[in-house]
T-cell receptor
Framework: LAKTTQPISMDSYEGQEVNITCSHN???????ITWYQQFPSQGPRFIIQ???TKVTNEVASLFIPADRKSSTLSLPRVSLSDTAVYYC?????????????????FGAGTRLAVHP | EPEVTQTPSHQVTQMGQEVILRCVPI?????FYWYRQILGQKVEFLVS????????KSEIFDDQFSVERPDGSNFTLKIRSTKLEDSAMYFC???????????FGPGTRLLVL
């Protein structure tokens, strides 16, 4: 499983766009990039997943450059309720991978604090 | 939207006692997982379960731990003889595919005294 590196913490203000970058230099060909969000005392929640280029859903966008050695989670116009820990996970998860079972390996994540 | 549920939300037990943590995965999911998170630490994988057997387990998942799907809806984690260091949040997750997105429950906070 590819090792990931992301900032330990970030601060932002309501209404701003937040970009959290994750480095994964050893990403393998069949690895997907997945982001989870965790609020205090709750279970992780899936946000977005991508393989290359850009993925967007109602919550966030995920930008993946051509070399796939990093990815950026973009949260548009954050609010106080976006204060959480954000995890970048890289592994063989997704439609390109067949066989095996998928345990998620969480790092320390990025602790995002949104201020009024 | 379907969700994973877990009971109890909190459990306090004495060291050496057995505890059973319960989970109801999303109804059409076939792959089930337990994770734990010690306070202030990372979320750690414990075990994955499919087709009524363990698919993979971590080093944490020793002989004191067991999992079971006793009926068509519940998925349980049993700790036979709890230790102080078992105090943590325990999360159940499920997915509809071995490579599919895992959906987590709200967790059970276990405190071993």
């Amino acid at each position: 499983l590819a090792k990931t590196t992301q900032p330990i913490s970030m601060d932002s203000y309501e209404g701003q766009e937040v970009n959290i970058t994750c480095s994964h230099n050893n990403i393998a060909t069949n690895d997907y990039i997945t982001w989870y969000q965790q609020f205090p005392s709750q279970g992780p929640r899936f946000i977005i997943q991508g393989y290359k280029t850009k993925v967007t859903n109602e919550v966030a966008s995920l930008f993946i450059p051509a070399d796939r050695k990093s990815s950026t989670l973009s949260l548009p116009r954050v609010s106080l309720s976006d204060t959480a820990v954000y995890y970048c996970l890289v592994g063989a998860q997704g439609p390109l991978f067949s066989g095996g079972y998928n345990k998620l390996i969480f790092g320390a994540g990025t602790r995002l604090a949104v201020h009024p | 939207e379907p969700e994973v549920t877990q009971t109890p939300s909190h459990q306090v037990t004495q060291m050496g006692q057995e505890v059973i943590l319960r989970c109801v995965p999303i109804s059409n999911h076939l792959y089930f997982y337990w994770y734990r998170q010690i306070l202030g630490q990372k979320v750690e994988f414990l075990v994955s379960f499919y087709n009524n057997e363990i698919s993979e387990k971590s080093e944490i998942f020793d002989d004191q731990f067991s999992v079971e799907r006793p009926d068509g809806s519940n998925f349980t984690l049993k700790i036979r003889s709890t230790k102080l260091e078992d105090s943590a949040m325990y999360f159940c997750a499920s997915s509809d595919d071995s490579q599919g997105t895992q959906y987590f429950g709200p967790g059970t906070r276990l405190l071993v005294l």
